[in-house]
């Protein structure tokens, strides 16, 4: 019942700059935790960012200080912006909702936009 879709992906030259969107659809809570995760050709998805409905913030080490995710409630949107962008950056990008329960907790995916950095 949840959709979440991705959109700013794209190519960029190393240092410069892309903000990603992630429009979620259906039953959405205020308290569902949102975040992001990218993965790279033969590597496992990894956590890049997530966010609480407090506003709450947890980055990855390699995101720290170059990446900022943020929250819109109203318009059920989380963004990421992503500054000073890597080569090592190159992966493709997720919006995670994760849902907890009654004694579970529940994990929705969008489908992924890809980002690659490259002279």
């Known amino acids: 019942q949840v959709q979440l879709v991705e959109s700013g992906g794209g190519l960029v030259q190393p240092g410069g700059s892309l903000r990603l969107s992630c429009a979620a659809s259906?039953?959405?809570?205020?308290?569902?935790?949102m975040g992001w995760y990218r993965q790279a050709l033969g590597k496992a998805r990894e956590l890049v960012a997530i966010?609480?409905?407090?506003?709450?913030?947890n980055y990855a080490d390699s995101a720290k200080g170059r990446f900022t995710i943020s929250r819109d409630n109203a318009k059920r949107t989380v963004l990421l912006q992503m500054d000073s962008l890597k080569p090592e950056d190159t992966a493709v990008y997720y919006c995670?909702?994760?849902?907890?329960?009654?004694?579970?907790?529940?994990?929705?995916w969008g489908q992924g936009t890809q980002v690659t950095v490259s002279s």
């Open positions: 259906g039953i959405i809570f205020s308290a569902d935790v």
């Open positions: 966010i609480t409905s407090g506003g709450s913030t």
């Open positions: 995670n909702l994760r849902r907890a329960g009654w004694g579970s907790r529940k994990d929705y």
